[in-house]
T-cell receptor, first 113, second 109 residues
Framework: DSGVTQTPKHLITATGQRVTLRCSPR?????VYWYQQSLDQGLQFLIQ???????AKGNILERFSAQQFPDLHSELNLSSLELGDSALYFC????????????FGPGTRLTVT | DAKTTQPNSMESNEEEPVHLPCNHS???????IHWYRQLPSQGPEYVIH???SNVNNRMASLAIAEDRKSSTLILHRATLRDAAVYYC??????????FGKGTRLSVIA
């Protein structure tokens, strides 16, 4: 158990819908990272927040957004969902902003039908 | 991003040491070498990282070549639980992790 929690574990929704994925980092970790893992693209970094502020951005679509709240939990919002958004979404956390040791949650499996 | 080259797959017998190689000939002076693994149906798991010197922790050892153009992750005694995809990643400072395809390790009982 990494100490990072993600909810829900599974999500099935229809194209065009909007969903919110939630992540609680390990106690004491200030950084939260979001990754997407699909069969064709592998594990891809989406975005990082550090102590409430956006720190780094990767291959995140404009339809996706994230935020980190004062209690340090984070939410990833996915809107106008397409079939290709079906994937595993992982959250990770680390103590500092440099991300030298990232601890990953169990993931949320999103299926868009 | 600096690139790494890893074998697609490797096989090991249970209770034997495993040496997982990683080539990174274009590594720069500020690149740290990170290893993560992903067990089936789980999120990635941090294993170890280092810059120039060899590193040991409870999970594994990291041996870094003197010219830093290659490194080896050593699992001292493989167990069935070590069957996973192992990722070798170069990370220059405050930049995101970039995962490649990794090495799929199979452990035979």
């Amino acid at each position: 158990d990494s100490g990072v929690t993600q909810t829900p574990k599974h999500l099935i929704t229809a194209t065009g819908q909007r969903v919110t994925l939630r992540c609680s980092p390990r106690s004491g970790d200030l950084s939260v990272y979001w990754y997407q893992q699909s069969l064709d693209q592998g594990l891809q970094f989406l975005i990082q927040y550090y102590n409430g502020e956006e720190r780094a951005k990767g291959n995140i679509l404009e339809r996706f957004s994230a935020q980190q709240f004062p209690d340090l939990h984070s939410e990833l919002n996915l809107s106008s969902l397409e079939l290709g958004d079906s994937a595993l979404y992982f959250c990770a956390s680390s103590v500092g902003g440099s991300g030298y040791e990232q601890y990953f949650g169990p993931g949320t499996r999103l299926t868009v039908t | 991003d600096a690139k790494t080259t890893q074998p697609n797959s490797m096989e090991s017998n249970e209770e034997e040491p495993v040496h997982l190689p990683c080539n990174h000939s274009t590594i720069s002076g500020t690149d740290y070498i990170h290893w993560y693994r992903q067990l089936p149906s789980q999120g990635p798991e941090y294993v170890i990282h280092g810059l120039t010197s060899n590193v040991n922790n409870r999970m594994a050892s990291l041996a870094i070549a003197e010219d830093r153009k290659s490194s080896t992750l050593i699992l001292h005694r493989a167990t069935l639980r070590d069957a996973a995809v192992y990722y070798c990643i170069l990370k220059p400072g405050n930049t995101p992790l970039v995962f490649g395809k990794g090495t799929r390790l199979s452990v035979i009982a």
